[in-house]
């Protein structure tokens, strides 16, 4: 069952009568599945990865890379992602009816089970993706030792370009009859009611060719930089310094090759953002630090309003702070880090569906929110033998909306983004065993928490349930033929736990995987 949380019940905004998102409880197996058996999905991804190291005199190494990717990605499917539960005709009629029933559904789910229907849409369509990204990164390091100090500056450039096509062909509406196989003769989709059972067909098929074209795009990007960071060690190295700066160009912009029509005019901000932090050992054995940074990311993304172009989206901006204090004790077998933060996120882009009075839903996508996590966290790294491992870290980062563009968007001051967690924690250990007999294996076993996560961005009551997941390796470590090689058996999910990581997605269940790999 699909659990959620709600504060004030609710569907839309009162505000301005926005789509809140409000999401239906209804039961779904682990097995169900809204796609039919005729469905499939084809992924091909190619890449290429070169580096080259050169050591020039005593004091420079250089290094430079090199990456290529290629992807193509085809999916046929029928299924829609949401469920619309039809409010029972003993709540009435309009908005009051709707959030009477909601507030009743997220108080008890058993109660989406008496709604007079629980749909899903089918749509019969081809998703096709590809594309390629390049791209090229060179350094220089050095190192200069003093009296005093210790210098290691660092010069680097890089340059990246990626091109991607996006390609739908799909009917024109909802539930609507769709031509055969192999261009056979006609088969309807009708809409699945969940709670009748003989409405669910999943042997519908059909001839993606057939369809027509509806959407053709293409994004193209470029991102050129050239950094510098210089890192200095002062009085014995009880002292560390880093000061760095990078600047960014990055250039967007997209085609509707159906119309022939640029979607997204060219795009090119430039920005230069810094980064300082300073280190200070108390003792050999702890350490203070402080540190502060910048970062902007650019938007191939058109703002609009009700419907209506307003222009290229602004870079996504950000800045954060961040104290905390290491350590390092017995010989290095305990090491440790804690610290605190706070991250300013400016700019994110979010879209909302508008319902105007004649029931018209109309679009706005808009920037100007600003985002702000404050949070501490920590990891703690034990090794009890030089052959026992045990990692612990763990994280209480509380992100909220402090700022919206519009009053119409109040009510998503002070929520949480989507997919935000504000309780995340971590356990692991690994073995290796050193007896003759057993050199080269070694069993590992772990567990991963994740507190309740905010689901919807256009609903900011909603949230998903917690979470934590147990894991069990065991693995063997040699060399073949000189190659590094390795086999590992994993048991994920041991606990076969129900989860969802994110808004419509359910989490993997209880599985066993084999991998093999030789390193050349």
């Known amino acids: 069952m699909f659990k959620m949380n709600m504060n004030i019940p609710g569907l839309v905004n009162p505000i301005d009568s926005s789509d809140l998102g409000f999401m239906a409880n209804v039961p779904l197996g682990r097995d169900f599945n809204y796609g039919s058996r005729n469905d499939w999905r084809k992924s091909d991804n190619e890449s290429v990865n070169e580096q080259l190291l050169v050591k020039v005199g005593q004091d420079w190494d250089l290094r430079g890379s090199f990456v290529y990717q290629k992807s193509r990605i085809a999916h046929k499917l029928t299924g829609g992602g949401s469920v619309n539960l039809t409010v029972p005709a003993r709540y009435g009629t309009g908005i009051a009816a709707a959030r009477a029933f909601a507030a009743e559904v ?47 500056p660092l010069f680097g450039a890089f340059y990246s370009s990626n091109r991607s096509q996006t390609r739908q062909r799909q009917v024109s509406g909802l539930n609507t009859t769709t031509p055969g196989p192999q261009g056979a003769k006609a088969v309807p989709f009708p809409m699945w009611d969940l709670l009748r059972p003989e409405t669910v067909d999943y042997d519908t098929d059909f001839d993606p060719a057939a369809l027509p074209l509806t959407t053709y795009s293409q994004n193209i ?30 250039t967007a912009y997209a085609n509707n090759i159906r ?4 979607r997204i005019a060219e795009n090119s901000p430039r920005r230069t953002a810094p980064q300082i932090g300073l280190g200070y050992k108390l003792t050999n054995h702890f350490m203070l630090y402080a540190s ?8 191939n993304s058109a703002l609009q309003t009700l419907n209506v172009p307003v222009g290229p989206a602004k870079p996504t901006t950000s800045r954060g702070y961040e104290v905390g204090i290491k350590t390092d004790l017995n010989d290095g077998r305990i090491s440790s880090t804690v610290s605190i933060f706070e991250i300013e996120n400016q700019d994110r882009i979010t879209s909302f569906n508008i319902i105007r009075p004649d029931a018209q839903v109309v679009i706005t996508t808009t920037q100007g929110t600003v985002d702000r996590s404050r949070g501490i966290e920590g990891d703690l790294t034990y090794s009890p033998t030089d052959n026992w491992q045990i990692y612990v870290s ?63 961005l256009q609903n900011p009551y909603l949230f998903l349930p917690s979470y934590t997941l147990y894991d069990l390796t065991v693995g063997r470590d040699w060399k073949w033929n000189g190659r590094p090689t390795s086999l590992t058996l994993a048991w994920k999910n041991i606990t076969n736990v129900e989860y969802f990581p994110a808004n419509q997605q359910r989490g993997w269940p209880g599985r066993v995987t084999l991998d093999f790999g030789v390193r050349y």
Not at 225 to 248: I, W
């Open 394 to 456: 763990g994280a209480i980062n509380d992100i909220r909306v402090t700022k919206v563009p519009d009053p119409s968007l109040n009510i998503y001051l002070g929520s949480h983004p989507e997919a935000s967690a504000k309780f995340l924690a971590n356990l692991w250990t690994r073995y290796n065993f050193t007896s003759e007999k057993l050199t080269g294996y070694w069993v590992g076993a772990g567990a991963n928490h994740t507190g309740r996560k905010a689901q919807r």
């Open 292 to 299: 502060y940074s910048e970062a902007f990311v650019v938007n």
């Open 106 to 152: 997220l108080a008890n789910p058993k109660v989406g089970l008496t709604a007079d229907a629980a749909t899903i849409n089918r749509r019969a369509r081809l998703e096709e993706s590809w594309g390629s990204t390049i791209a090229y990164q060179a350094e220089a390091t050095g190192r200069y030792d003093f009296d005093w100090p210790t210098l290691k």
């Open 221 to 250: 990007g470029k991102n050129t930089a050239v950094y510098s960071v210089l890192n200095g060690s002062f009085m014995k190295e009880r002292l560390q310094a880093v000061v760095g700066v990078r600047h960014n160009r990055a």
């Open 259 to 262: 119309t022939g029509v640029l």
